[in-house]
Nanobody, 125 residues
Framework: VQLQASGGGLVQTGDSLRLACAFS????????MAWFRQAPEKEREFVAA????????WYADSVKGRFNISRDNTENTLLLQMNSLKIEDTATYYC???????????????????WGKGTQVTVSS
């Protein structure tokens, strides 16, 4: 499985960005998918996740109400719509895939076997 994240950039507070993650080399619909982020000198943190067919979504409290995760199983693509961006959203964003089924621990990075290389999001005032 290969994951390729894109869509990052430099924006101002209050702006929006949409991240995309292209999935290849496996069966997309059999993987739980998530976004994590890592700011400089901080640990990687969970942002959002979505179930195999997109019927369930989970969000970190820090992004709830501002970010929306979605997936297109026909295009093998994971999306993250980020609205009302804040300076503290600045980080490298990673998409991740979990094939663990019922053993998938949504916010736990160790549950994800496959990771993309990340895309940088920088929010300035």
């Amino acid at each position: 499985v290969q994951l390729q994240a894109s869509g990052g950039g430099l924006v101002q507070t209050g702006d929006s960005l949409r991240l995309a993650c292209a999935f290849s080399g496996g069966t997309f619909s059999m993987h739980g998918m998530a976004w994590f982020r890592q700011a400089p000198e901080k640990e990687r943190e969970f942002v959002a996740a979505i179930s195999w067919v997109g019927s369930k979504a989970w969000y970190a409290d820090s992004v709830k109400g501002r970010f929306n995760i979605s997936r297109d199983n026909t295009e093998n693509t994971l999306l993250l719509q980020m609205n009302s961006l804040k300076i503290e959203d600045t980080a490298t964003y990673y998409c991740a895939a979990s094939p663990l089924g019922d053993r998938w621990n949504v916010p736990q990075a160790a549950s994800y076997e496959f990771w993309g290389k990340g895309t940088q999001v920088t929010v300035s005032s």
